[in-house]
C-alpha cells in the first residue's frame, strides 16, 4: 500500500483530498500543526469506511522539526505520495503589508515546500515511483490585489515544480502543482459573495473540494504517468 502524506490536510480541500486518496487505496498521513480535533475526525471518518489512516503533528516551517519527524516517519516505507497543500493568508496592499506578514505566507508556501519535499526524495527515488503535487492558486497564475505575499510564493512554486519535474522524470515520479480558482469553502464564504462569485467566474459558482480532490487523485494515478512539470487550473474558466 502506498503512503500519502498531506500536509495542510484538515483544511477544506486538504480534507477532501484526504478522503478521496484513502477511497482510492493509499495509506494516508494527514498533517497539521495547530488543529489537532479536525485531524482526529477526519481520521475516524477515513477508519469508519475502513480504510488507513494516521496523523502527523509539525510545523512546515520548522526545518528542523519537519525533517525530524518525516526521515522517522519513511524509515520502514517510503512516502511515495506527497500533496504539498499547507499554506496561509495574510492578504494586504504591499504598501500596508508589515515584513512579518510578508514572510509568514513564504515561508509556509514556499520554504514549506522545501521542507518537506527535499527530506523525503531520496527514499522515493529509490523506489522508482511517486507523486508529488504542489497546491497553488489562481492567484500564483494572473496576481490578486492584496495577495503580493502570496502569489509570489505560488508563483515560486511554479517555477519549482517544472525544475523539480525535470530532476525527477526518469526516476518514474511526477510533478505537478495544481492552481484552483475560487472555491467552497470557509475562507471563500468569509470574501465573496453570491454576487461576487458569479461575475468573477465564468460559471458562475465556486468549485467544490471534491473537485479538486478528484483532479488530485487523477495526477496520483498510474494514468497520469506521463504528465509532469505541469501548473493545471481548476477556476471555472477564469483564466
Known amino acids: 500500500m502506498k503512503k500519502v502524506l498531506v500536509t495542510g490536510g484538515t483544511g477544506d480541500i486538504g480534507e477532501a483530498i484526504c478522503l478521496r486518496l484513502a477511497h482510492q487505496g493509499f495509506h494516508v498521513i494527514i498533517h497539521t500543526n495547530h488543529r489537532q480535533e479536525k485531524a482526529l475526525h477526519i481520521a475516524e471518518k477515513i477508519q469508519k469506511q475502513g480504510h488507513s489512516v494516521e496523523i502527523i503533528y509539525f510545523d512546515v516551517t520548522n526545518h528542523d522539526e519537519t525533517k525530524e519527524k518525516l526521515v522517522k516517519l ?16 495574510y492578504d494586504a496592499p504591499l504598501a500596508g ?9 513564504i515561508n509556509v508556501s514556499l520554504n514549506g515546500f522545501y521542507n518537506v519535499t527535499q527530506p523525503l526524495l531520496m527514499p522515493m527515488i529509490s523506489t522508482r ?52 480558482g475560487i472555491i467552497q469553502g470557509n475562507m471563500t464564504e468569509a470574501s465573496f459573495d453570491k454576487q461576487a462569485i458569479k461575475s468573477l467566474v465564468p460559471m458562475k459558482r465556486p468549485g467544490k473540494p471534491e473537485e479538486v480532490a478528484a483532479l488530485t487523485a487523477f495526477l496520483c494515478s498510474d494514468d497520469a504517468a506521463y504528465i509532469s512539470g505541469q501548473i493545471i487550473g481548476i477556476n471555472g474558466a477564469m483564466a
Open 97 to 105: 503589508m508589515t515584513y512579518q506578514d510578508w514572510h509568514k505566507v
Open 129 to 180: 515511483w511517486g507523486r508529488i503535487i504542489n497546491m497553488s492558486s489562481i492567484a500564483g497564475v494572473m496576481g490578486n490585489r492584496g495577495q503580493c505575499n502570496y502569489a509570489a510564493a505560488k508563483s515560486a512554486l511554479h517555477g519549482a515544480t517544472k525544475s523539480l519535474a525535470q530532476e525527477l522524470a526518469s526516476r518514474g515520479i511526477t510533478v505537478n502543482a495544481i492552481a484552483p
Open 74 to 89: 519513511s524509515e520502514i516505507h517510503p512516502i511515495q505520495v506527497i500533496i504539498n497543500n499547507a499554506g496561509i493568508h
